[in-house]
Structure formats: structure tokens, C-alpha cells
């Protein structure tokens, strides 16, 4: 239960990210980001926001 669930914030946070930059024409695919890009993503919003 618990892989489904952490699979399902990143999902949701994926979709928040999506819809709020530009650059990522409307999709974001959290296992096509580099670890980098995962990081700075994880630390580009609050976890409030989604």
C-alpha cells in the first residue's frame, strides 16, 4: 500500500508541476527528470501547495 500511494503524490505532484510551468508544455513524466531535476523539482514547491 505504500508504493501506491507515494506512486500517486508523484503523480499529483507531477500534474501540479505540469499546469504551472511553461516549460513543460503540460506534461511531466517524474521518471524522465534527472535526479537533479527531481531534486530542484521536490524543492520548487512547498509540499502545501498540492
Known amino acids: 500500500m505504500r508504493r501506491y500511494r507515494t506512486?500517486?503524490?508523484l503523480a499529483k505532484y507531477c500534474n501540479h508541476l505540469a499546469k504551472?510551468?511553461?516549460g513543460l508544455k503540460g506534461v511531466c513524466n517524474?521518471?524522465?527528470l534527472t535526479p537533479q531535476r527531481q531534486a530542484?523539482?521536490?524543492a520548487s514547491e512547498p509540499?502545501?501547495?498540492i
Open 7 to 9: 506512486d500517486r503524490s
Open 20 to 22: 504551472h510551468y511553461a
Open 47 to 49: 509540499v502545501s501547495e
Open 30 to 32: 517524474w521518471l524522465d
Open 40 to 42: 530542484k523539482a521536490l
